[in-house]
């Protein structure tokens, strides 16, 4: 029997725990339907139910094995709960999930994309910004 897994951090492809999903079925890139936030734990990141926006990430298609070795990974069901999302196509897929007590004080990863959670977002125009762009364009 096979599972659908939607990654959202660490087991996605190039991150340190890929290796967990990396002999699975790559289903391309997706993402969860509106109503989620993408928060940052240590080194890990972490789904939270609840949010206004959406998280990016992958998914696959796992066996129950596989699927068992990721739950023992994210220590579910006591650090992340495993159940079934809704994700933007209108398809649900199982994911891990914080709790929102859990969630509590740590960072959130502006616009869900954990790849992207240490971008520095360009600063908006303005008179300065203005300034300094034809500045340099000289």
């Not at 939270?48 to 696959?60: P, Q, R, S």
């Not at 220590?75 to 992340?80: A, G, M, N």
Request: positive net charge; proline residues 4%; aromatic residues 8%.
């Amino acid at each position: 029997m096979n599972f659908r897994l939607f990654v959202y951090g660490t087991f996605m492809k190039g991150e340190r725990e890929h290796d967990l999903v990396a002999g699975s079925t790559p289903l391309g890139p997706a993402k969860t339907a509106k109503g989620f936030a993408l928060v940052e734990s240590r080194a890990l990141a972490g789904l939270v139910e609840g949010g206004d926006g959406a998280v990016i990430g992958e998914l696959y298609e796992i066996s129950y094995d596989t699927l068992r070795a990721c739950d023992k990974r994210r220590d579910s069901p006591t650090l992340f709960e495993r159940r079934e999302i809704p994700l933007e196509d209108g398809s649900v897929a199982h994911a891990y999930v914080l709790r929102q007590d859990q969630a509590r004080g740590l960072r959130r990863v502006r616009g869900g994309d954990w790849r992207q959670r240490f971008a520095v977002p360009k600063p908006e125009g303005g008179a300065l910004i203005e300034w300094a762009r034809a500045r340099h364009r000289r």
